[in-house]
């Protein structure tokens, strides 16, 4: 039987398609090679990976730290890592080659994998997620709201204990000002280089830092609420 011309485009088209598969798979691997950070979401358990390109049979070789089988029980299994799908899904699979948990990109750099009745995992590189943590570290503790012209209205403390969704607790001390304590923040958290404070009635403030110890509500307004370092 002689091939249609539409079975033949789709043949082109196909072939034409494997070598950009194979293309991403190959740059996706050089990125992955390296040292990550594997974590619960709230990263309350962390464990170093280093993902190597030395070949391990049909996948590649990586190490654990020696602390990951007490933090996180399922890496007892992982021996090897491999890409998969069309090039997009970072796999780390036991020795039979069967996944133990597939990760796929959410973010520059940031990876999502979810186990059945466990939950979600992060794979992030090491660097970053020690970045975001020293800078979470310099968060917590004792900060001054203040208006645009220096007045304080309200003291609130920023703190690591965790409440969920990569939510932290947030507590008002004394007395606030009335739009504050009206909104009455009970969660924060930062958020692509903002801090967020989140109200239990799902509204939510945004702040963006003009410094290292300066934060700035978001859209500016003529009377601005800014957040300083306790004073």
Known sequence: MIPSRFTVAVVLT???????FAQDAAALKKDMIGQWELATTERSKTCVVTLKGDAAGQAFKLELEPACAAALPFTKDIAAWSIKGLGDIVRLQNAAGESVIDFTEVESGIFEGLRTNEGVYILQNLAAARSLAKSMDQMIGDWSMVRGNGQPICTLTLTNTDAGNDNFQV????KCDPAVAAFNPTLW????GQMLLMS???QTWQFEADDNAQWRKVPDTADPLIMLRGQ
Do not use: Q, V
């Open 14 to 20: 196909m072939a034409g398609s494997l070598p950009a």
């Open 171 to 174: 507590f008002l001390k004394g």
């Open 189 to 192: 958290r930062l958020d692509h």
């Open 200 to 202: 239990a009635k799902g």
